[in-house]
């Protein structure tokens, strides 16, 4: 197997992502390549050995995170990202892992990888540390603007991953929403409803937020406005109720015993919760396989999102997804969302 990292995307790069790479190749058996500026990359590797061998191809452009996505990046053949996809595409790389402009990852993946047959969008998918178990949710931000028919698509994707990747026997499917009782709701919810029950899949009905973090469901489904709302809005509370955390330890002399006594359980929920120790979302309806990092990704975030990309190349995930999508029995006639 070979893995393709776009070594100039993120605002780290190319340190962080070529440190990832050389931390992965302790411990990964897939071959790694390194996708960018050669000048930049070769005394990164030199100056920190990696285990195994990382290979190393030159790009002279890079697609920066301030860069829109649309008609220009058809001009950038010779950018990083768009070399890197275009390995997966001819079956030079098995698995793309990129910390760089998302919009942009998703255009170039889109037309330079390819979707699986069938697919009308792929979405962006992202584990969550919700409990007692981890859970998966998808659309996270791929596709604004929905209609139900892909949703239901995501559904299917969505419950091939968690029973692969997840361990997950017989996957719990929810339709995230404002409240948990049928009929709650927009019009797309509504619409997406029936084809969802009509399915084979182990639909549980609404499930709202609270629900999802609650580990109600292992596979929580939404258009991608809201779910990169509930991504981006988990994180910040996230990171402010840590700080809040480490505020109040510090706050007085018998606070900081406290904090002191508390340090290896704080230590542990802190890791639990960070983004670097999941790797990345993953892009699922294309015809390979696609990691997206956070932007702000270190070098840690770059080895698990390695990690994760090996993992599920094994788990043979995409061909599982294609042959649940050919035996899933899809409407024949889109129903339009209020945004058409």
Known sequence: M???????????????????AILASRSCRSELILVGDESRIRPLLQA???????????????????????????????????LAANMV????????????????LHQIALTGVGRLPGIKRPALAVVFPTHPTPSIALDMGAN???????????????????RLVLG???????????????????????????MLKQSDLNF?????????????????????????LILKTGEAVAEWFMGQVRQAASSSPLARLGGWLLRPALRSLAQSHDH??????????????????????????????????????????????EQSLERETAPSKATPCPTD
């Open 204 to 228: 549980v009905g609404n499930v709202e937020p609270t629900g999802f973090f609650r580990s109600q469901v292992d596979v929580a489904v939404c258009d991608g406005f809201s779910g990169n």
């Open 89 to 104: 595409r001819d079956g030079k790389a098995q698995a793309f892992v990129c910390a760089g402009n998302t919009a942009a």
């Open 2 to 20: 070979k893995i393709v990292l776009d070594a100039m995307g993120g605002d780290h790069a190319p340190e962080d992502i070529v440190r990832g």
């Open 48 to 82: 920190e050995p990696p285990e195994r061998e990382i290979q190393v191809v030159h790009s002279d452009d890079n697609i920066s995170m301030d860069d829109p996505a649309g008609p220009s990046l058809r001009q950038r053949k010779g950018a990083s990202m768009v």
């Open 276 to 321: 670097s120790e999941y790797g990345g979302a993953m892009f699922l309806g294309l015809r390979g396989l696609v990691i997206k990092c956070h932007g702000r990704a270190r070098a840690r975030t770059i080895e698990n999102g390695i990690r994760v990309a090996e993992e599920i190349l094994t788990s043979q995930l995409l061909t599982q997804i």
């Open 168 to 194: 997950r026997d017989n996957p719990r499917v929810g339709l995230l929403s404002l409240g948990s009782e049928e009929g709650k709701g927009n019009s797309l919810v509504a619409a997406v409803t029936p």
């Open 144 to 162: 604004a603007d929905c209609r139900p028919e892909w949703l239901l698509q995501w559904a299917v994707m969505g419950s091939v991953y968690a």
